[in-house]
């Protein structure tokens, strides 16, 4: 059994301690900028309003990609959503880094803005250390 199975079978998931955190242009590579976004959510109407709010700032709502992951339980339930945005394969890494961090009752939305290069497989780091670095400040 895994530490993310253990955790998982003595119910150690824990919500994040604040309940928004922004870290803005967290890293740039190449002329892509990322920032970094958590939330606590409890369930798929406080996502929704989440993203809504999120995207309602202009800054955000032009980013090229908008990419998340959540966590919530409903009724002892565990509910995992994740959306790409455009940037294949981004939802799930983030959505694993929440499962190893036995968090709960969380969306964690990476922004990214295209600076005009290609990262190529360098955009899964920048995409998994951004949310390793948000998951250090709200745990």
Excluded: C
């Excluded at 079978?9 to 970094?36: A, T």
């Amino acid at each position: 059994m895994n530490t993310d199975q253990i955790g998982f079978f003595l119910n150690l998931e824990k919500p994040p301690k604040v309940n928004y955190l922004q870290l803005h242009q967290i890293i740039i590579d190449r002329g892509s900028k990322y920032s970094v976004t958590a939330s606590l959510v409890e369930n798929e109407d406080d996502l929704k309003k989440f993203l809504k709010k999120l995207k309602a700032d202009k800054h955000y709502r032009q980013a090229s990609h908008n990419s998340f992951a959540a966590k919530f339980k409903i009724n002892n339930k565990v509910i995992e959503l994740k959306s790409d945005d455009g940037e294949a394969g981004a939802g799930m890494i983030i959505l694993r880094v929440i499962r190893k961090a036995n968090l709960i009752n969380v969306v964690i939305v990476v922004t990214r803005w295209f600076g005009g290069t290609p990262l190529y497989n360098d955009r899964f780091k920048h995409i998994q250390d951004g949310t390793l670095e948000i998951i250090k400040e709200i745990s």
